[in-house]
């Protein structure tokens, strides 16, 4: 341009004045606006050029680190595959797993930002075909499967733990239960020499509510804890915990079969009882009637009267029962 401008002021000294505008003048003005233009077009250019080449520098420099990231998380990763021995490991090993998701997490805005360069930079077009997009997508998908495998591993840590405290907390409830029903059992056993019949009536009793007051899910509860903490295969004692919960089951079977047989001595002495206090009331009644004495019941504290008392042969038949239900009864409940 600057020759082209020196070229054009020598011509234009030898031209008459009047042809100096159309021959020299306009063009060069012309030549001057269509450079300016193109320079500033050029420098538009350059400075596209150059934000894309950074663009492209911060996204392949982006894919190596968050490769290398995930790379560094599948390294790190508490080895699943091995039982724990102890729940305060599968405690540390939860922690250690709700770092990583916490840390996946956190990094996703730098692969939300990527994506955007790479969106940016196709201008409409399929991810495949701007440069860097394959490899996005390969990261994208190796991203979303390690944090689905991070959080699926988490949530079966933390349920293992959970359900294992709580499988204690019920099985020393069971446990604690069955302990105090074998006692009353034994009890009962050996207290019933010469009992009568409210002694009788209120071990009855006793036994019946102790048996209904039992939680009935407890026992499928501690079932249910004890197949899914084998399922998820996190805790060593898993085999041992569902022999706890087989072994309880066992001996709560053997125990109620032990009150139920146990219901039935008791309400057969009863019955007995009941039978024995009749035979004396009409023992002393015929006496009476024998010796010209009333006909009327004795005392209360020596049996009952002949008309609607306890002793009145109408409860004496060994269909009725002394005890609501009779000797035959079951145990109720569980």
Not at 41 to 64: D, I, P, T, V
Not at 77 to 99: D, F
Not at 212 to 221: F, G, Q, S, V, W
């Amino acid at each position: 341009m600057t020759v082209i401008r020196e070229t054009g002021q020598q011509l234009r000294s030898r031209c008459a004045p009047e042809h100096c505008e159309s021959l020299f003048d306009g063009p060069i003005r012309e030549m001057d606006s269509a450079w300016d233009r193109t320079v500033a077009a050029a420098r538009r250019q350059n400075r596209k050029l150059a934000q894309c080449l950074e663009e492209s520098r911060r996204l392949s420099e982006g894919l190596r680190e968050l490769a290398s990231y995930l790379d560094g998380v599948r390294r790190d990763l508490p080895g699943e595959e091995e039982p724990v021995a102890e729940v305060s490991e599968a405690s540390q090993r939860t922690s250690r797993l709700m770092q990583v998701r916490e840390g996946l997490d956190r990094r996703k805005a730098d692969l939300e930002e990527l994506e955007a360069i790479v969106k940016k930079a196709g201008g409409g077009e399929e991810e495949e075909d701007v440069p860097c997009g394959p490899e996005l997508r390969r990261l994208r998908s190796d991203w979303d499967r390690l944090t689905e495998d991070v959080r699926s591993r988490h949530a079966n840590c933390r349920s293992a733990a959970s359900e294992y405290g709580e499988f204690r907390t019920l099985s020393a409830q069971e446990g604690d239960w069955l302990d105090r029903l074998d006692k009353k059992l034994r009890r009962g056993v050996s207290a019933h020499t010469a009992a009568d019949a409210e002694e009788i009536s209120e071990e009855l009793d006793d036994l019946e509510n102790f048996l209904n007051n039992h939680p009935e899910e407890r026992l499928a509860r501690l079932g249910e804890l004890a197949r899914s903490l084998g399922e998820r295969g996190v805790l060593r004692a898993a085999p041992a915990v569902a022999e706890e919960a087989e072994a309880l089951r066992e001996r709560w079977l053997q125990l109620t079969m032990k009150a139920k047989q146990r219901t039935d001595v008791l309400e057969g002495e009863l019955w007995w009882e009941m039978v024995s206090r009749t035979f004396v009331f009409y023992h002393l009644f015929f006496i009476r009637l024998h010796r010209g004495g009333p006909r009327v019941g004795v005392q209360a504290d020596r049996g009952p009267g002949l008309a609607g008392g306890e002793g009145h042969p109408a409860h004496l038949a060994p269909g009725a029962g002394a005890h609501r239900g009779g000797p035959a009864r079951g145990v109720a409940g569980n």
